[in-house]
């Protein structure tokens, strides 16, 4: 066998393989850059409320895990597990909710001038919400009683607070 059957390497495929340092001080600054959005720090997340055609929506502020699981002690009692992943999901939804927003002309724009939380009497009244005793009701109301969409925002919710960098598909959730 002759040295000439050997393939020789194509420096430039070499340097395909390998980037240039200034390519890897880019993604390093990319890198940083992505960390400043992350956690604590995360831009907060409008979606919307499905069932009103994309001119509801509610802000999303990150909280802590810690945070989010101490409404969930409450739930160790029920003992339905679609009760309990219900009322789980509205959990989730009225404890990251920082302030319900309307479309105005294709803007988005705040209800009010300071942030409406869910069981703000604001909202209640802005949308002809009925009375409701618990703001666990009054989310349940907001929803028009659409377990299965609650559910599914508080999923979507629950997925950007693992990762604050994904793009959530508003089409997913419908209108």
Not at 47 to 68: C, E, T
């Amino acid at each position: 066998m002759s040295d000439s059957n050997i393939p020789t390497p194509d420096p430039a495929s070499a340097t395909e393989q390998h980037p240039p340092e200034t390519d890897a001080q880019s993604v390093l600054s990319i890198l940083r850059k992505s960390r400043e959005q992350l956690g604590t720090k995360a831009k907060p997340l409008d979606l919307v409320v499905p069932g009103y055609d994309g001119l509801l929506l509610i802000r999303y502020k990150w909280i802590s895990f810690k945070s989010l699981n101490a409404g969930a002690q409450d739930l160790t009692n029920v003992k339905d597990p679609s009760e309990a992943q219900y009322l789980a999901a509205s959990d989730l939804i009225v404890t990251c909710a920082e302030d319900v927003l309307i479309r105005v002309d294709g803007v988005v724009k705040p209800l009010a001038d300071s942030p409406v939380f869910i069981g703000d009497p604001r909202l209640d009244e802005a949308l002809g919400l009925p009375t409701t005793d618990t703001v666990l009701e009054t989310v349940h109301a907001l929803f028009g009683g659409n377990e299965y969409a609650l559910i599914r925002c508080a999923n979507t919710v629950a997925l950007w607070l693992q990762d604050t960098t994904l793009k959530i598909d508003e089409e997913y959730l419908g209108n």
